[in-house]
């Protein structure tokens, strides 16, 4: 028999038996040395590099190191947006996402953000911590070293940041089919992938209406690619550590770890919201409704958590995400869902930052926002946090838009954003971490409020019984 032949006769249960044993094969060699154990020793060994460098050893070169490191990172969100569309045309084939599938995600999503925006406002509003820089901020400037030359980062040439949700979502229809790919717009893949899926589960039922035989082919074809990618992505993934190292022995070295001291007050009030919503709120809600223990969802979830705290990306985090909530024990659909379709509704730690931020330098600068400039904050916030797919340094770059849709002058506010340049490499590793960990909680929520009928026909389209 050809090679052509043996292909097109091979069943079904061959392709995902060896999907599945390429799946698995990565976590099980990992488990002497976790992943995460590698990455914090990265980190660790960075700072010291770093530290070193600023103190005056010059033969550490932390800018080549930090231009290495970055390769990696690149490399990982190259693979990461083909996995999305592989990993969404795989769910489609296999099992219906329907709309009341989706409203759920979004019903979800919205408590989340809800939740988040609440622990802001309320930390907020009763300590005014924005105060302590009432009056000091040209002071501290002089005192901070660069953050009076300091520049707030640019978006892309082809690239209007714009909290407007029409326009929002409008730039999100690719004019062409590799407009996506190459700019690494989350939401467009995502938005193909549904409707290439959907028009493919389409063809699949009338041909299986029709008796026609076939199709299967597709399905395997897209089902092997889809974990050829994630074998791919496992090999970058050994690279994670030390490209860890490098970034950030190169931000240690150029930032250096004094400045902490002095923006010490703004650090602190910004990671304490990050970290009640967190460590307190995720770990809460993943038990109470996902039914996953802290012990678990933190344990299982230590790989993706430390990935995106060290490379500051939540999409280049998936791969990993999706493997620690099959550790989990969430099916994939559920976690597709949530860390692929919903990537973008899961920005609860950049939405928590935008909001908090921006009352902070209010604060800082005599203003005191009242109840309703407050709101148009968190709905600035929210939509900076949904609109913000494939920005490097998104945060800061929409954060002037929040502060101009709150009624902050620019002339008073770019001084006070210049001080919070020097500690946001920090802040941003935060903000990626939270937003890993909102794809897990959602996707465990998702899971266990799966309905009867959800499992029912999952169990129909697999080919189970109950």
């Known amino acids: 028999m050809s090679g052509t032949n043996a292909f097109l006769t091979t069943p079904p249960a061959f392709f995902e038996k060896k999907a599945k044993t390429i799946a698995d094969e990565p976590t099980t060699t990992k488990r002497r040395f976790p992943l995460y154990a590698q990455v914090l020793g990265g980190v660790i060994l960075g700072v010291i590099m770093g530290a070193m460098k600023q103190a005056g050893a010059k033969w550490i070169p932390t800018e080549s190191f930090g231009q290495i490191g970055l390769l990696a990172i690149r490399l990982l969100k190259t693979l990461a947006t083909p996995l999305i569309l592989f990993a969404i045309l795989d769910s489609c084939l296999k099992t219906r996402i329907t709309l009341r599938r989706g409203a759920r995600l979004i019903a979800i999503c919205t408590l989340n953000v809800t939740v988040a925006m609440t622990i802001g406002l309320g930390i907020m509003n009763t300590f005014h911590p924005g105060a302590m820089w009432r009056g000091k901020v040209e002071r501290l400037l002089g005192q901070v070293k660069g953050a009076s030359s300091a520049k707030l980062p640019t978006a892309p040439a082809d690239v209007k940041p714009t909290l407007d949700p029409l326009k929002n979502f409008a730039a999100y229809i690719p004019e062409n089919v590799v407009d996506p790919f190459q ?18 589960r389409h063809v699949k039922e009338e041909r299986e209406k029709r008796g026609e035989g076939g199709f299967h082919i597709i399905e395997d074809v897209v089902s092997i690619v889809y974990q050829t990618l994630i074998q791919m992505l496992a090999y970058v993934i050994r690279l994670i550590p030390f490209a860890v190292c490098l970034v950030v022995s190169d931000v240690v070295g150029k930032s250096g770890l004094g400045v902490f001291g002095l ?26 409704m996902g039914r996953k223990p802290p012990k678990t969802f933190l344990g299982k979830g230590a790989n993706a958590i430390l990935t995106a705290l060290s490379m500051n990306s939540s999409l280049a985090t998936v791969p990993i995400t999706l493997r620690c909530l099959k550790e989990m024990g969430v099916s994939d659909q559920s976690a597709r869902l949530s860390a692929c379709v919903g990537t973008n509704l899961n920005h609860d730690g950049i939405m928590l930052y935008e909001a908090m931020t921006a009352l902070f330098l209010a604060q800082a600068r005599g203003f005191d926002l009242g109840f309703s400039q407050q709101m148009v904050v968190v709905f600035a916030s929210i939509m900076a946090g949904a609109g913000v797919a494939g920005i490097p340094e998104a945060g800061l770059i929409m954060l002037p838009l929040v502060l101009s849709a709150a009624g902050l002058p620019e002339a008073m506010v770019v001084p006070a954003l210049a001080l919070i340049i020097p500690v946001d490499w920090i802040i941003a590793r935060c903000r990626s971490a939270v937003n890993v960990m909102g794809d897990m909680a959602t996707a465990t929520q998702l899971d266990r409020f799966m309905s009867e009928q959800d499992k029912n026909e999952l169990l129909a389209e697999l080919g189970e019984t109950n």
């Open 183 to 200: 700019k690494n717009s989350v939401i467009s893949i995502v938005l193909m992938a549904l409707l290439i899926g959907a028009a493919l």
């Open 263 to 288: 923006l010490s007050g703004f650090l602190l009030v910004i990671l304490a919201g990050l970290a009640i919503h967190s460590l307190l709120y995720y770990p809460f809600i993943a038990w109470a």
